[in-house]
């Protein structure tokens, strides 16, 4: 009589994963246990697996997932260390749900706009006060490049623009707002152009408008560095807003 052959099914990958979550958790658990700092050193993989329980494979994959969210490093001949903890994972994914969907990408970028606002805007009597006569001029030498990046070519003008923004948020001494609104500003960069919605005449109204923020914060007058704000964002808000409806 013929014994029946049943053919071996692999295992699904979904379950697999939750060995995978089990590692990294190990690991995540072990760098809180251990008050480890970005860019401390992990132990070795051989030892990681003894300490976990779990095979070379699975500290390996657990390792490259650690990896893609900034929360461990491998430094290839050296080892692996404690990530720098940045907002890379979260740039990465919105800035890649605004170029994958014509229908999404308007909205990305308002939701960015809308956030960085508010963060400025809530926090507007502490970032008056807060700017030392130092960093306002910093502000304003941002502002003055703002102008000869306005006549020039190349990239100048955004980047100014960005360090203009950093620069703003750096009395707070929050480091959670300051990444957020890093990253925030990272996507804003990867997904604008793609929208062909920011001219010539744009520029020309963002250096007026961060003209009026540093007079604002000159003055310590948080009502009218609020006001500021809003005209600032107003004209990005309209842009976006007139896209979306050319669709």
């Not at 990239?155 to 300051?178: C, E, M, W």
């Not at 003209?211 to 948080?222: E, G, K, P, W």
Request: with cysteine; hydrophobic share 45%.
């Amino acid at each position: 009589m013929a014994v029946e052959q049943r053919a071996t099914v692999p295992e699904p990958k979904a379950a697999r994963q939750p060995l995978r979550q089990e590692v990294a958790d190990g690991i995540k658990s072990y760098i809180l246990r251990n008050k480890l700092r970005p860019g401390d050193p992990l132990p070795t993989e051989s030892a990681l697996c003894e300490a976990l329980g779990a095979s070379r494979s699975s500290v390996r994959e657990a390792i490259r997932v650690l990896t893609a969210l900034d929360i461990v490093e491998v430094r290839h001949g050296h080892g692996t260390y404690v990530g720098r903890l940045s907002m890379s994972a979260l740039v990465e994914s919105l800035a890649f749900r605004g170029l994958l969907s014509p229908d999404d990408d308007f909205q990305v970028l308002a939701d960015l706009v809308e956030v960085r606002e508010l963060f400025e805007r809530s926090m507007a009597e502490r970032l008056v006060h807060g700017l030392s006569e130092e960093q306002v001029e910093r502000l304003q030498g941002c502002v003055d490049a703002m102008r000869e990046g306005h006549a020039g070519e190349g990239n100048g003008f955004v980047d100014t623009d960005r360090a203009f923004h950093t620069l703003l948020v750096t009395p707070l001494g929050n480091d959670l707002i300051g990444q957020l609104s890093a990253a925030f500003w990272d996507v804003y960069v990867i997904v604008a152009p793609h929208l062909d919605v920011f001219t010539h005449e744009h520029e020309a109204a963002t250096i007026a408008s961060h003209q009026r923020i540093v007079d604002a914060v000159r003055a310590r007058d948080a009502a009218e560095f609020a006001a500021a704000l809003t005209e600032h964002y107003a004209p990005v808000r309209r842009r976006l807003a007139e896209a979306r409806a050319r669709g």
